[in-house]
Nanobody, 124 residues
């Protein structure tokens, strides 16, 4: 099994940038496709971005395409989400998740392992 811990959340003004990280332990990150999801108060958890095991393929939600970038460093057992041009509607708890998939899964139920989440707040 793998344990996932997010970090890097915080408060940022609209138009600003933030990078959140997800560190893996227990098993090599390279065994997993990785995804980022987010959940705003009163809303369901939604897909943000995913990256395959090697890092060669990525997919994004339409709402973040062109603003967010997912990447991974398997040597450091870490996956990142770079968030640029942030908007107030990006405010949410951000979760990283791992899936034993060779693709880039977008569905929440494809992921087996989850971190505890990190809060991102974007002020207007």
């Amino acid at each position: 099994q793998v344990q996932l811990v997010e970090s890097g959340g915080g408060l940022v003004q609209a138009g600003g940038s933030l990078r959140v990280s997800c560190a893996a332990s227990g098993r090599a990150l390279s065994w997993y496709a990785m995804g980022w999801f987010r959940q705003a108060p009163g809303k369901e958890r939604e897909f943000v971005a995913a990256i395959n095991r090697s890092g060669g393929s990525t997919v994004y939600a339409d709402s973040v395409k062109g603003r967010f970038t997912i990447s991974r460093d398997n040597a450091k057992n870490t996956v990142y989400l770079q968030m640029d041009n942030l908007k107030p509607e990006d405010t949410a708890v951000y979760y990283c998740a791992g899936a034993t998939s060779f693709g880039v899964p977008k569905k929440l139920n494809m992921y087996d392992y989850w971190g505890q989440g990190t809060q991102v707040t974007v002020s207007s």
